[in-house]
């Protein structure tokens, strides 16, 4: 009588686990993924990549610590751009003349991006900019 009821119980406590693991499971949903959508992806990461192996430029090294710039925020910077912001950004760059110009003109875009994000409150990187949402 006594394995009968304890069997029971574990019946009814296995059941229970049972129910609660299905119901956090969710339903995976395949679909086709576009041709363009792989391309615009792979894309994104090219150009990601241009933009960190510009970092190894000398003339933006110097550029970059005679600002007191770390290369690591910039690096994690570029990580951090949205899509739209990676192509207007090497639109930009690809618009830009060849030369020194070109690297000034991507040191000045390193830095208005960083003044922004001061500016939303993403990052503290100059101290004289004021947080627009406090």
């Given at each position: 009588?006594?394995?009968?009821?304890?069997?029971?119980?574990?019946?009814?406590?296995?059941?229970?686990?049972?129910?609660?693991?299905?119901?956090?499971?969710?339903?995976?949903?395949?679909?086709?993924?576009?041709?363009?959508?792989?391309?615009?992806?792979?894309?994104?990461?090219?150009?990601?990549?241009?933009?960190?192996?510009?970092?190894?430029?000398?003339?933006?090294?110097?550029?970059?610590?005679?600002?007191?710039?770390?290369?690591?925020?910039?690096?994690?910077?570029?990580?951090?751009?949205?899509?739209?912001?990676?192509?207007?950004?090497?639109?930009?760059?690809?618009?830009?003349?060849?030369?020194?110009?070109?690297?000034?003109?991507?040191?000045?875009?390193?830095?208005?991006?960083?003044?922004?994000?001061?500016?939303l409150?993403?990052?503290?990187?100059?101290?004289f900019?004021?947080?627009?949402?406090?």
């Open positions: 009588m006594f394995k009968a009821r304890w069997m029971r119980y574990l019946a009814a406590v296995l059941a229970a686990l049972h129910f609660s693991l299905m119901v956090q499971v969710p339903a995976a949903q395949a679909a086709m993924i576009g041709t363009s959508e792989v391309l615009s992806e792979q894309r994104q990461q090219v150009d990601r990549q241009q933009l960190l192996s510009m970092l190894d430029d000398q003339e933006v090294k110097a550029k970059l610590e005679s600002m007191g710039v770390d290369r690591a925020q910039v690096e994690s910077r570029i990580n951090s751009l949205t899509p739209a912001e990676l192509a207007q950004f090497n639109q930009q760059l690809s618009e830009a003349p060849a030369g020194s110009a070109s690297v000034i003109g991507i040191i000045v875009l390193f830095l208005v991006i960083f003044i922004i994000t001061d500016m409150c993403a990052t503290n990187v100059f101290n900019i004021n947080c627009i949402n406090r």
